[in-house]
């Protein structure tokens, strides 16, 4: 029995397993505040030591490793500095407790594992092939689109397969005008693996080389780092930040130690937090759920030969806000839309799991794809121009017609990255990569096209009630043809989704103690 590797996973604080609802948690952070447990969704690359030769600090098993990359940095940054605690995503769905391994995109340079890094914005497509291939991962296991994705991948290099730097890379969907997360939530983060940093690996030269990064990360910073940039935080130049745009070794002893939040960070990454779904609230002897709960469905990318990447539909996710009674689709796409771009993007969803709505025929008349969807109750236009949303028309079908549906919002949001970068040294400490003195800003990588429902439409999805979601996107109304449409297994009645909360597991003493008892 593996009984250290449940702790890590589940947080185990007694032996008594118990509901959420009637946990009796720590709870109470600073000021009388909750504690938020933000959840993580990891994947790891294929061929990377995390996956074929585990041993960090005393864990040897891929998912003990793995779970420990998010209990590091939440205790050492984040719970006494700003009461938020990361946990697995992995729920008590699950029969096994295993987090997914996904291939390699590109095998070209390097190593099993490898990425290529320097610049995800210019050169993307492996990036954004790596996390459809977890975001797909999740969803064959059950439940995709929960808490914030994260990928342990190898070591990254350039386009001549040099390595550089680069040891992580995090963002989320944010405000071009505040660089705040915004609803719908989004946010990846993806490390390199810290075999190569943690200082308890006695040999960290990157693959098939004579190098290493000049510091170690018994914390894993790095981790904080790039979760402070999923929950909206951006650089900060200072050797004792976490936001630093590098790690720092304050007091020379070859580790990375800047780890300190300020008081802006700290309302930032917690009013980021409560938009994560997943996210569990913990006041004194609760455990709540968030108010925001989502599923994601991946859609194949690079199916059609010569597609590019904006007319690529890579997933389809729908987030619903109990709070707000707000219901958001959204359709992901492989990479980024140009100037020159223009299309149209289709919701078609069956908002009762029935045979009511309209069908192909009612579709097409209003101006509608060419589809075999049946029972669409109700549909929904997002107008793309360049890099911007122009318009949208939405409908209700009610008694056989289409009926203009007032209230809805369309949206064009971009997921952007941020790096942290080292220097590299050779094994007589001279450096042979530096981190570029500009470069630390933003990296935009996919953008998604977002369409908002008022909660009163849509009420009854918010509680767990299955619903249908087709997508397509056109290039040409008069034909109607799609360029790219969201696999089904059933063409007709599209794909299911399901806003049910996840159901995290939780072991708590059951009542008051005391030291001692």
């Not at 702790?7 to 952070?29: D, E, F, K, Q």
């Not at 034909?479 to 059933?490: L, S, T």
Request: with cysteine.
């Amino acid at each position: 029995m593996r009984v250290r590797a449940w702790s890590v996973a589940l947080g185990i604080m007694s032996a008594t397993l118990i509901p959420a609802s009637g946990a009796w948690a720590a709870g109470g952070w600073t000021g009388g505040q909750d504690f938020y447990h933000v959840p993580l969704s990891w994947c790891i690359v294929q061929g990377t030591p995390a996956h074929v030769s585990p041993n960090v600090a005393g864990d040897f098993a891929t998912d003990d490793l793995i779970w420990r990359r998010h209990e590091r940095p939440s205790d050492h940054i984040y719970i006494n500095q700003a009461g938020i605690t990361f946990r697995s995503a992995i729920n008590d769905i699950w029969g096994q407790l295993n987090f997914p391994i996904i291939p390699d995109p590109d095998l070209n340079f390097g190593v099993q594992g490898d990425m290529r890094g320097e610049d995800v914005n210019t050169f993307g497509a492996e990036f954004n092939a790596m996390l459809s291939s977890c975001e797909t991962a999740w969803d064959n296991l059950g439940r995709s689109g929960i808490g914030i994705t994260a990928v342990n991948a190898g070591v990254f290099h350039d386009g001549n397969g040099q390595y550089v730097g680069t040891i992580g890379w995090g963002g989320c969907v944010e405000s071009q005008f505040t660089g705040l997360c915004i609803p719908p939530y989004e946010g990846v983060i993806t490390v390199v693996d810290n075999h190569y940093l943690h200082p308890s690996v006695p040999n960290r030269t990157l693959p098939n080389s004579t190098l290493q990064f000049i510091l170690t990360d018994p914390m894993d910073q790095l981790v904080g780092h790039e979760l402070g940039h999923a929950l909206s935080l951006p650089h900060r130049t200072n050797n004792t930040a976490l936001m630093n745009p590098g790690p720092v070794d304050n007091n020379s002893d070859g580790m990375s130690d800047n780890i300190t939040l300020n008081a802006t960070e700290v309302n930032a990454v917690r009013a980021s937090a409560v938009l994560v779904p997943g996210l569990e609230i913990d006041p004194p002897r609760l455990i709540l759920p968030g108010n925001v709960r989502a599923q994601r469905r991946p859609d194949k990318v690079k199916e059609h030969a010569g597609r590019p990447a904006h007319l690529d539909l890579a997933s389809v996710k729908v987030t619903g806000d109990v709070a707000q009674r707000e219901i958001a689709v959204t359709q992901q796409l492989f990479g980024l839309l140009p100037a020159t771009a223009k299309q149209f993007h289709w919701f078609l969803i069956d908002t009762d799991d029935a045979v009511t709505g309209a069908g192909p025929a009612a579709i097409r008349k209003a101006g509608g794809p060419v589809t075999q969807f049946t029972g669409a109750d109700i549909i929904l236009r997002a107008d793309v121009a360049g890099q911007a949303v122009t318009g949208g028309q939405a409908w209700s079908f009610q008694a056989g017609n289409l009926v203009p549906l007032v209230g809805v919002g369309f949206d064009l949001r971009r997921l952007v990255m941020h790096p942290l970068r080292t220097k590299i040294v050779n094994r007589d400490g001279a450096v042979v990569w530096a981190p570029p003195s500009e470069g630390h800003g933003e990296f935009p990588v996919h953008h998604i096209i977002a369409a908002t429902l008022p909660g009163e439409k849509l009420g009854a999805l918010l509680e767990g009630k299955p619903f249908r979601v087709h997508a397509v996107i056109v290039t040409d109304p008069e034909k109607g043809e799609a360029v790219d449409e969201i696999e089904a297994k059933d063409p007709e009645r599209g794909t299911v989704f399901d806003l049910k909360l996840p159901s995290f597991p939780h072991c708590f003493a059951q009542g008051e103690t005391t030291p001692g008892g």
